[in-house]
């Protein structure tokens, strides 16, 4: 009986591996089968073989989604223009970008060309090289919304592409590929049914949730489909309307990757690898990858400052320093959300997160258990006292960034804990203020603070009461590719 059994169990098990490979070889044929329909679809060989070079112009409308200066819609809104120019064979891209929003003014570039790639700032003037180029990393935003480079990457990338089904959206039929790129999250693309063109794309984010690319109002230029609209949206709301105002395909690139001659050279840009450094005693910034957190010695525990991504590496480097004392407050700076990312590493601390009170529910939404998390939070001003140490948090919105910012302010010390308003640059002059700056300037005089550092939660540089009024009074730069 226990050998039948036994041959019972190995027959279904041989079903089962036989039924895997099956499916496996099923699947994987349906989606390279499904890509090449997509492919002629999009313009075929002259999209897969003689598409060289690409340049697009955008007008891009912005929704700041969870970004605004509140926390509910109706969100803040902004408009930028943009060119994106990229050359397939020789693994060329340029971003040439300028607008506002968010209590921000920018006006830049990035070249990516080998040896001669540079970061351009044409508010403050400054040019840099670029230490490590990653062609991928940085031209893969503009590739993710683009159809016709999606589709070429997807077919680069066939082999590690899968159906994933099939669906109905408001009476449209839709096959469903999912692959990878070189970088970031796994993507789904919906092709329509009827017509095989790329209409929706979906990745989702730990931690943050669904981001959607809807690809509208598709036109032919030599022989490849191009989208003239396209839309994204941040767990169902509208975050970009972007219009597609010119497209030029295979012309050279030689233009866009000049750099003027107006613009002051400085030190190229490197790696900014995790890093530990002491303010005072007892006071630590880490950080890297440009988010940073502050923490603080009180004796018997610590407090920290800041709440971006990689706070539990960063708790991890703190250690090495205190050892195993516990961390009993994780302050969030405001409630935009890559600066509540940390809620959950502080909750898993056993820590009391504190918060504006107007961030209450931001907060919340960020933890594992939004119900059970230890939550306090701040109307005005709460003070933390121990071992001689004294800690203001202070709200000292509102900014033109945000409606209510939290900063913790070391009085003995002279520093000041912030996100978003005053970052040093790594490398290079102080660019000129912009508003968000200028408002919490504004806001330190306000409330009579006697700064004499600046920690901020992008920058491991430190920045000083005269590094301030340097931006403040420093002229805009005019010089435009």
């Known amino acids: 009986m226990k050998k039948l ?78 060119v994106d120019a990229i050359d397939l064979d020789n693994s060329i891209f340029v971003n040439l970008a300028a607008g506002s929003g968010g209590g921000f003014e920018f006006n830049n570039g990035t070249i990516i060309n080998g040896d001669d790639s540079y970061q351009l700032n044409f508010r403050a003037g400054t040019v840099s090289g670029i230490a490590e180029p990653d062609y991928d990393t940085t031209s893969g935003p503009f590739v993710r919304v683009t159809p016709a480079l999606l589709l070429r990457t997807l077919k680069d990338r066939e082999a590690n592409a899968h159906f994933l089904g099939e669906t109905s959206i408001d009476d449209v039929d839709y096959n469903i590929v999912g692959f990878s790129m070189t970088v970031g999250p796994a993507i789904s693309l919906y092709f329509e049914k009827d017509t095989n063109l790329l209409r929706r794309s979906e990745r989702v984010f730990p931690g943050f949730g669904l981001v959607e690319y809807r690809f509208d109002d598709y036109v032919d230029k030599n022989g490849v489909i191009y989208n003239q609209s396209f839309t994204l949206y941040l767990n169902g709301d509208v975050n970009l309307e972007r219009d597609i105002t010119s497209v030029k395909v295979n012309e050279p690139l030689d233009g866009l990757l000049e750099v003027p001659t107006a613009l002051v050279s400085i030190p190229e840009q490197q790696p900014d690898p995790l890093s530990r450094q002491e303010l005072d005693d007892g006071v630590w910034l880490i950080g890297g990858n440009g988010t940073y957190a502050m923490f603080v010695d009180m004796g018997d525990y610590i407090f920290a400052a800041g709440g971006t991504a990689g706070i539990p590496d960063r708790i991890e480097s703190l250690r090495e320093a205190v050892g195993d004392k516990p961390i009993r407050y994780g302050m969030l700076t405001h409630h935009h959300f890559d600066h509540v990312l940390g809620v959950a590493a502080y909750e898993d601390e056993g820590a009391t997160v504190i918060a504006a009170t107007a961030h209450e529910r931001i907060a919340r939404r960020a933890a594992a258990d939004g119900e059970r998390l230890k939550l306090e939070l701040v109307d005005e001003r709460r003070i ?34 912030e996100a978003d308003h005053f970052a040093m640059p790594r490398v290079g002059p102080i660019p000129p203020a912009v508003t968000s700056t200028k408002t919490f300037a504004e806001a330190l005089a306000r409330q009579g603070l006697s700064v004499k550092r600046i920690v901020s939660a992008h920058s491991p540089k430190p920045g000083t009461r005269e590094d301030l009024e340097q931006a403040l009074n420093r002229e805009e730069f005019q010089a435009r590719q």
């Open 5 to 82: 059994l036994s041959l019972a169990l190995l027959g279904a098990l041989a079903a089962s591996v036989a039924f895997a490979e099956n499916f496996t070889e099923i699947n994987t044929d349906k989606a390279k089968a499904l890509i090449d329909a997509a492919i002629e679809a999009h313009g075929g060989e002259d999209l897969t073989n003689n598409l060289h070079t690409l340049i697009i112009e955008t007008s891009t409308k912005n929704y700041s989604v969870d970004q605004s200066r509140g926390t509910e819609a109706p969100w803040d809104t902004s408009v930028n223009e943009s």
């Open 384 to 417: 933390i006292e121990a071992e001689g140490r004294r800690i203001e948090i202070i709200d000292i919105g509102p900014t033109a960034h945000t409606e209510h910012l939290l900063v913790a302010w070391l009085p003995e010390e002279g520093i000041l804990f």
